[in-house]
């Protein structure tokens, strides 16, 4: 792999003294955009994430417009669950949709792992084309979501408040639970490593409904299978872990081999560096409501959460996805502050 010329970010994963820490934000490419807007009106959700030219031009579009240390992949964490063979659908308005739930021992038996090149080769088109776009300039994150998250929408069928149906499903059926987690881990897993070998510099996976389960569940239906993921990855890629509203795991996440720990905005900097002893590289963890304060200010409170965090051992971002009505010109301001950052 040819040597990326900013390469912040991957220094930043390494624990090495950087000069200022590095920045991106969650769901970067996507609709606060307005060139992202321009093509979604044009194509389907499905169609942008499996058409390569549209995802490597979707990708780029944050990057040519503000620079981050690292661009991530624009693609969906329910390609997993398509290429097992389960409709997913995105409705407008409503969000993911999947007509056809699995609930029963019968209906995961019946899940296979497919080829993942048959399955998910145009993700792998995309990661060669985009980093054609990039030129080395940054770094390419590939992502995943974690098995539990993808479980919740397999089994739900949609996003939830509670996500109960999928809690029910893991409390009344474990073993039917379990033997779906270890599938989706095990897809998971040739997936990443299939994105290393086309080209990203690192991987993150996402658990979204992380901290929709207690601590003691959380270790029994997600750490131990992302967990699996980051002990296949490790030797191939930085690990990033997100677990959103996962602050109670985040000591036990940090005796693990990932590279970076992502945290959410419901935690201090000095408590995650306390619950992590230092140990680790974390992410995070502006809210991203904050975005709508005026850029001023914007840059007053990521100037103070560098500092809170400490420049090294730290990636700059967002404690979840930048959301759709964000001002253009407060996403700079968030941008640039790390940049001015002195």
């Known amino acids: ?44 959700f499905f169609t942008r994430c499996q058409t390569p030219e549209l ?18 992949l624009f693609s969906d964490i329910l390609v997993i669950p398509q290429a097992l063979g389960i409709e997913v659908q995105m409705k407008k308005d409503f969000g993911p949709y999947l007509p056809h739930t699995i609930r029963s021992q019968k209906e995961v038996d019946a899940i296979q792992i497919p080829d993942v090149y048959e399955s998910l080769g145009y993700v792998m088109d995309a990661i060669k084309l985009t ?21 919740c929408y397999c089994v739900e069928g949609r996003g939830s408040k509670s996500f109960d149906k999928a809690k029910e499903f893991c409390f009344t059926q474990p073993e039917a639970a379990h033997e779906m987690l270890q599938k989706i881990t095990d897809l998971t897993i040739l997936y990443l490593i299939e994105k290393v070998k086309s080209g990203v510099n690192a991987v993150q996976v996402f658990d979204s409904w992380g901290g929709m389960l ?39 996440m940090a005796q693990s081999n990932v590279s970076a720990l992502g945290v959410d905005w419901t935690i201090t900097p000095e408590l995650a560096r306390k619950f992590t002893h230092h140990k680790v590289t974390l992410q995070g963890n502006f809210d991203p409501s904050r975005l709508l304060s005026p850029p001023a200010e914007i840059k007053r409170l990521v100037h103070q959460m560098i500092d809170q965090f400490g420049k090294d051992k730290y990636i700059v971002n967002l404690g979840h996805g930048i959301l759709p009505n964000i001002p253009l010109e407060n996403a700079q301001a968030f941008i640039d502050a790390v940049k001015e950052y002195a």
Request: aromatic share 14%; with cysteine; glycine share 4%.
């Open 1 to 44: 792999m040819n040597k990326i010329k900013n390469d912040l970010f991957l220094r930043a994963l390494k624990q090495e003294v950087v000069p200022r820490p590095p920045v991106w934000m969650m769901r970067q490419a996507g609709r606060y955009l307005p060139e992202f807007r321009a093509l979604r009106d044009k194509y389907d």
């Open 55 to 72: 995802a490597a031009e979707i990708t780029v579009q944050p990057i040519r417009r503000y620079g981050m240390d690292a661009a991530i």
């Open 131 to 151: 980093k054609e776009m990039l030129n080395d300039e940054i770094p390419l994150i590939g992502f995943a979501g974690s098995p539990w998250t993808i479980l």
């Open 214 to 252: 207690s601590p003691s569940d959380y270790q029994v239906f997600s750490w131990q299978y992302i967990n699996q993921i980051v002990e296949a990855l490790k030797d191939y890629a930085p690990v990033i872990a997100f677990g959103k509203g996962c602050w109670f795991a985040l000591e036990t």
